[in-house]
């Protein structure tokens, strides 16, 4: 609190300022509501822990929990290593240089995340396994009963296929740190007498860090949380270990356990990403002026474009162009006037749980910035949980404490009026973008807040000196600067939305399928060829969003 | 700061009207969700299911039933396990009256959890097998699968094949593609192992398994069968209905069906079924649904539609499907699945067998 002396004379008068220090106020309790709703079924799952006493954590002891420890590791490590170095390079490119192609480049690397995963590990599978075009050609012109070929079906091949479908993850985070301020960090070492080489490992990338580790973090909990594409390679890992505990041996208290474990991971995970930043400010002084591409010509300028387009193509255009020759397929038999609804039903969906989380993500970011203490930090922290939990898991976690309190009502209206009502909550769009919230919140979060982290706090002064602070703080100065994050994040939250399977599979109202149900309904008997009509849909419907964020968003101040 | 200055003093800002206006959209979407009631306590005639049998299946019957009847039919569609859960958190309050699955040892838990209701119905005990339903009545089954050993046909010849547990002979080893332990037909079908052979024996049946694999196992049955058909193995076991699937689709294949265990207990099979659940809201229509899908001209679109075996004996099957010849089948009831699905993952992932 500052000094008396200094405060402006509204400020000062002594009782209304000692009620405000008593009560909660209300950035407080927005974030500890945020927080809360994310904990209720972290909360209920977790606690399954000591619901019934049985062998089945031993059993996973003395038989897989090594592997699964190792095998997690593995595919964090790996995945944090390809998503980091596909993701920087290709920002640094589309960012700092200017070569044949990077206009339509510049938007094109985001599609991959139109992509649901799963898809994209069944497509890889399909075309590279031994049954595979690939390898049957190659056996077929050598004449060989047996080619040596990469196995798609082990560790390197999990961790390529999720690198290429969360890359743009980090990616995109990276890009806007670059656009914004990494080419006046090359200038400005350059007058210093250090190469553009140097320039970008001792300048650009040291100030990109807390882009690159809020998108490493989102790939991080997203990794950990996946079901279907370690499920498609059968690649064991804690979240298949939760599902074969909950759903395999009907041991609540062993899924538990291991999903605590999963979240210790998390926390580790989080917390060291919290410390590659604690240290350092990021944010620039001074006008930007935004600075000229660098050309690259020649040979330099083909290989960047070569590169670029390599990524694109492998993330995108080969898996899409698979989908679309399935699609083709059974388009007469399988596409029908039910696909406008399947396709309203998603879009509208993922449009308003975007507005929803953005939303939320701008009251987590405005507390912690206006609200520097503990417990605001601990709050925001625990509200971007809802991410780290496998969908299935998270959407039953959702859906007991929902019902529960549908339950209280529906006992209470039964006592006090005499008048009996179906479920109020549960079943109803309000359950699902509560759903969808709770799990996306985190995504809109890093997106904003990563956005935030360069807005310097001399601003803050200085607009407080002329009398603005709170939240018409937030409104005239802050949310023009934040622009480009909340774009970024909105984009971010309608895909992954629409890609959302668990929670909208039991959360959904009779009647309200989407295209990711749709895709549920094929894949779950094994129709792959079928999900591809569903899947190039909603690859489509993913274009648009797209194409706005890329053009909106490179701006900005 | 004269930027600063300029720009808060001068600038007309729409973002105030954008946060109102989400605001507002927000509470609009709040209030039209809250007052979409999922469903009414006091209904028109009306059944509601809960499905893990996939909607492409299930709606053709639904739509048949609802133009014979007048009943209309809402149903939501899941995987099992979350649907379980539903039914559980829902409790008393829940709108279910009905709920299908695609396996025994599903119906087994859930009759176990107390979800499912006992009912007594002549016809479901006429025209059902009693090996195919629950013995206390809570589950029944309405169409049948087998899962059985497909082959390479120009590589094995069918004398080369007896039994489940022969294909763990040194003779097969490389040879067998499997599909993961976690699908829930290895699961049911193990179990049913365990009951009739034992723990010890089905570990080492299983063991014996594993050390013949030609690869990795792999996520589905038609993944094994696409293996066996490029030469990656020589067997595998799969369910039939994906078998007839693959083959309509792609009728050149050289795989086959063989039928193992004839000299002894015969093939296993697995059930698709339902039962009503214990708060069903409309219990009298949902029994009559269930006899209906066990009569006749369901039964044709429910088995058919998949390439599945009728549940009811008296009705033939698809054509295609009796074109794999007729088998023994094992008469253990396929409760056991069930009852043993938690020794048969344990003994699963003793044995290595992923």
């Known amino acids: 609190m500052r000094p008396d002396a200094l405060k402006l004379p509204f400020e000062r008068s002594g009782l209304s300022s000692l009620v405000r220090r008593a009560c909660p106020d209300r950035w407080h309790l927005a974030t500890l509501l945020l927080a809360g709703l994310v904990l209720a079924p972290l909360g209920v799952v977790l606690f399954s822990i000591f619901s019934e006493t049985n062998d089945v954590w031993l059993h996973f002891v003395h038989t897989t929990l090594i592997t699964l420890i190792t095998n997690t590791l593995w595919l964090l490590l790996g995945v944090a290593c390809g998503t980091t170095f596909v993701g920087v390079s290709l920002a640094w490119l589309i960012a700092a240089y200017d070569f044949p192609g990077r206009r339509w480049l510049d938007w094109a690397l985001m599609l991959p995340l139109s992509l649901p995963p799963y898809v994209v590990a069944f497509v890889s599978i399909g075309l590279l396994d031994f049954t595979g075009p690939i390898q049957t050609q190659l056996r077929s012109w050598l004449g060989a009963d ?18 290429l479908t969360l890359y743009p993850y980090v990616y995109m985070l990276a890009r806007n740190a670059f656009l914004t301020q990494g080419r006046r960090a090359i200038e400005a070492s350059q007058s210093l007498g250090q190469s553009r080489f140097q320039g970008f490992f001792k300048v650009a990338l040291p100030m990109a860090r807390p882009w690159i580790a809020g998108g490493l973090a989102l790939v991080l909990m997203e990794t950990l949380a996946d079901f279907g594409t370690v499920s498609i390679f059968n690649y064991d890992t804690f979240t298949t270990a939760i599902y074969k505990a909950w759903f395999g041996l009907f041991s609540l208290s062993a899924a538990a356990q291991l999903a605590s474990l999963l979240v210790l991971i998390v926390f580790i995970v989080l917390f060291i990403e919290q410390r590659s930043r604690s240290h350092q400010r990021f944010s620039q002084a001074g006008r930007s002026h935004v600075a000229d591409r660098i050309p690259l010509g020649g040979v330099r300028g083909w290989m960047a474009f070569v590169y670029t387009f390599l990524v694109f193509c492998i993330a995108f255009l080969i898996p899409v162009g698979q989908l679309s020759i399935w699609a083709a397929r059974v388009f007469g038999q399988d596409f029908d006037s039910r696909y406008l609804s399947f396709f309203s039903h998603s879009v509208f969906l993922g449009g308003t749980a975007a507005l929803l989380a953005c939303g939320c993500a701008l009251i987590l970011v405005s507390a912690s910035r206006l609200k520097n203490d503990l417990l605001t930090r601990i709050s925001v922290r625990l509200a971007t949980l809802g991410y780290a939990l496998p969908g299935s898991v998270l959407a039953v976690g959702i859906f007991i404490p929902l019902v529960w309190t549908d339950k209280q009502i529906i006992g209470w209206m039964k006592n006090f009026f005499g008048i009996e009502i179906g479920f109020l909550f549960s079943g109803t769009l309000f359950a699902m973008l509560l759903g969808y919230l709770i799990r996306f919140l985190a995504v809109a979060h890093g997106a904003v807040d990563s956005a935030v982290n360069r807005i310097t706090p001399s601003l803050d002064e200085t607009a407080r000196s002329l009398g603005i602070s709170g939240i018409p703080l937030l409104r005239k100065v802050y949310l023009p600067m934040l622009r480009g994050g909340l774009l970024t994040a909105a984009l971010l939250v309608f895909v992954d939305v629409m890609k959302e399977m668990p929670i909208t599979l039991m959360t959904r109202p009779f009647g309200w399928d989407t295209l990711s149900v749709r895709i549920f309904e094929m894949t779950s008997e ?13 690859v489509l419907t993913g274009f648009l969003p797209v194409i706005l964020l890329s053009r909106y968003s490179g701006k900005g101040n | 700061m004269y930027h600063l200055q300029h720009r808060l003093l001068t600038r007309h800002f729409s973002f105030t009207k954008l946060f109102l206006q989400f605001v507002s959209f927000f509470s609009l979407v709040g209030l039209f969700g809250l007052f979409t009631i999922a ?152 179990a049913m192992m365990i009951h009739e052979h034992g723990e010890a024996k089905t570990e080492q049946m299983v063991k014996s398994w594993v050390n013949n694999l030609a690869t990795d196992v792999f996520a589905d049955d038609v993944q094994v069968m696409q293996a066996v058909a490029a030469g990656q193995c020589d067997v595998g076991i799969v369910n039939t209905y994906y078998f007839g699937r693959l083959m309509a689709k792609q009728p050149g294949l050289p795989l086959a069906l063989f039928w193992p265990d004839q000299k002894n207990s015969g093939v296993h099979v697995n059930i698709s079924g339902a039962g009503v659940t214990r708060y069903a809201k409309h219990e009298p229509a949902a029994i009559q649904f269930l006899e209906w899908l066990s009569s006749e001209k369901a039964q044709n679109l429910f088995a058919d539609s998949n390439m599945e075996y009728p549940v009811n004996p008296k009705i033939p099957p698809d054509p295609r499907v009796a074109a794999w010849g007729s088998f023994k089948q094992n008469l253990i009831n396929v409760s056991k699945a069930g009852e043993l699905q938690g020794e048969a993952v344990k003994l699963m992932d003793r044995a290595g067998y992923r």
């Open chain 1, 146 to 163: 047996q080619v040596w070929f990469p196995r798609i079906r082990s560790t390197g091949g999990v961790v390529f296929v999720m690198t």
């Open chain 1, 526 to 538: 094994g129709e792959w060829e079928r999900a591809a009509l569903p899947a190039m849909a909603l």
């Open chain 2, 39 to 190: 469903s009414p306590v006091f209904a028109k005639e009306e059944i509601i299911v809960y499905s893990a049998r996939n909607e492409q299946l299930i709606k053709p019957l639904f739509d048949a039933y609802t133009k014979e009847t007048g009943t209309q039919i809402k149903f939501i569609t899941d995987k099992e396990g979350p649907l379980l859960e539903r039914l559980k958190a829902e409790g008393e309050q829940t709108p279910a009256d009905l709920l299908i699955t695609v396996d025994a040892g599903n119906l087994w838990r859930a009759a176990q959890d107390g979800l499912l209701k006992p009912i007594t119905s002549k016809v479901l005990q006429e025209n059902i097998p009693a090996h195919l339903r629950d013995p206390e009545n809570r589950w029944f089954g309405l169409s049948v699968r087998a899962r059985t050993i497909v082959y390479n046909t120009k590589k094995v010849r069918p004398s080369d094949l007896s039994t489940y547990e022969d294909l763990g002979n040194p003779k097969w080893k490389g040879r067998l593609c499997l599909r993961t332990s976690k699908s829930v037909y290895n699961k049911s079908l193990v």
